[in-house]
Structure formats: structure tokens, C-alpha cells
């Protein structure tokens, strides 16, 4: 990568790029000395892995937890990434749904849910002689509501990229420059933000979710949701894959594999796809 400023287009748009930022990154992971990163397979944490490995080394880990909330698609994906980065991938177990009150889905539930996580993947980092834990926020996640960060600033939770000031086309951007092959990937969040708040969550709920997502992951759909609304299911899909989805005939395979799975309605979101759609209720209150 040059070590000046670099005009790069993307989507359209002159984009300024400064080797000084990039800089300001690899320092400051520098500066910790050892990192474990909690590590999901997305663009953020695979980006934040991928530096943190180019310069700690062996000093720096991922830690990806399985839990019924993390759909199994997801974690192959992960470790085909990690693989290729070549870092030291730890593997744990965080059952979201057997912490008191997480199912009953408050709108807090991200701060009991990222509680737990970070709290074990600090006692990964302690027995692996790794003095931080890191997670992959980066600047965009401050304009949203994100109940998690708290229980990151209470457990001392390090944030690279958002230290930096990294936004997320930052992110995409470097992550093409690097190579990695999630730079292009569409943003992912856990299963249990498939629900209206106050909506219980069980293991059947997500199950229905990952089924439904999973079918129209393969029909080739990227840019999507499927929202759990107790017997109806809002799918939500990304402005360019409106049109395709508009075919009748497509319509009425969808509707009847997620009857299937086990929704009674089938509907279309035609807002389309947006990141923290639940909190919108959180917004108009």
C-alpha cells in the first residue's frame, strides 16, 4: 500500500484515503502488544484480525463463539477466513439464551448478551497470556443504538478501529486493498436481532429465521432479513434485489418454503433493507 494519499473510486464516488490513518491503525494495535479479538467472520472483525495478525503476529487471536444465535453458515465462513489470515483461532461456547433475561428480548438484550461474551473471551486472553480484547466497532456503530458498547467500556473492551476513526467504507475499502475476501461481504448481526423487542426468543424462533435466511442465501439473494414477527415472517431485502424478487412465480416458491418452515405470512418490507430496523420503534418512542 503507498504511503500517500491515494484517489480511489468507489460506488461512484472520489473517496480521499490517507496512509496516515491506516498508520494511526497499525500503531495502536502496535502500542497493545497482544490482542484477542472477538471474532465473528464479518468485514470488521476480518479486517481488524487481518492487521492485528500483519503486526502482532502470533500476539494476536481470534475467539469465535458458537451459540444458537450465530448461524452455522457464518461460522464455516469464519474459519475459511481465519485460515487464510493464518492467525490462531479459538473456538468457545456462549449460549445466549441460558443467560437471565436475554430471552425475553429486552432492548437492552445486546448488553447482556456482549457481557457474557466479552467476559469469556477475557479469560481466553488471560490463559493465552493476552493482555487486551478487542472488538471490531468501528466509527458508522456510534449512530446507532448499541446497548453492547457499555458492557465493552465496563470489561475495558479495546476498539482499534474506532480508535483510528475508521468508518466502514474505510473498512471496505482497505479490506479490498488487502485482499480480503469480505470486503464486498453484505453487514451481518446475530439472529436474535430478527425480533421485535418484548417477542420471547427460543431456539425454534432463530431456527425458523436460519432456515428462511439460509433459503434465500442460496437462491442467491446477499442483502437480506427475515424478520420474526410470531406467526409472520417481513423479509427484507437490499434496493438491488427488489427486481428480481418482484417475479411471481418466485413470490409463491418463498412464500410456500417459508410456510413450510413455519411462518403462516410471508410479507415484503418495502422500506427494503436497513441495518437496526427493531430499534425504529426505539426511535419514534
Known sequence: ?????????????????TYEKYEDLKNYIG????????YSGGVDSTFLLKVAHDVLGENAIAVTATSSTYPKREFEEAKRYIKGIGAKHIIIESEELDIDGFSENPTNRCYYCKKELFSKIRGVAIENNIHYVADGSNLDD??????????????????????????KEDIRILSKELGLPTWSKPAFACLSSRFPYGHKITKEKLSMVEQAENYL??????????????DTARIELGKKEFERFSNSTLMRQ???????IGFTYVTLDLNGYRTGSMNEVLKDR
Open 1 to 17: 500500500m503507498t504511503k500517500h494519499i491515494k484517489i480511489l473510486r468507489y460506488k461512484g464516488d472520489v473517496i480521499l484515503l
Open 31 to 38: 502500542s497493545l502488544g497482544s490482542l484477542a479479538i472477538a
Open 142 to 167: 456510534l449512530g446507532d443504538y448499541r446497548p453492547g458498547m457499555q458492557a465493552a467500556s465496563e470489561l475495558e473492551v479495546v476498539s482499534p478501529l474506532k480508535k483510528a476513526e475508521l468508518t
Open 217 to 230: 442465501y442460496d437462491l442467491g439473494f446477499q442483502q437480506l432479513r427475515v424478520r420474526h414477527h410470531e
Open 254 to 260: 418463498v412464500g410456500s418454503m417459508l410456510k413450510e
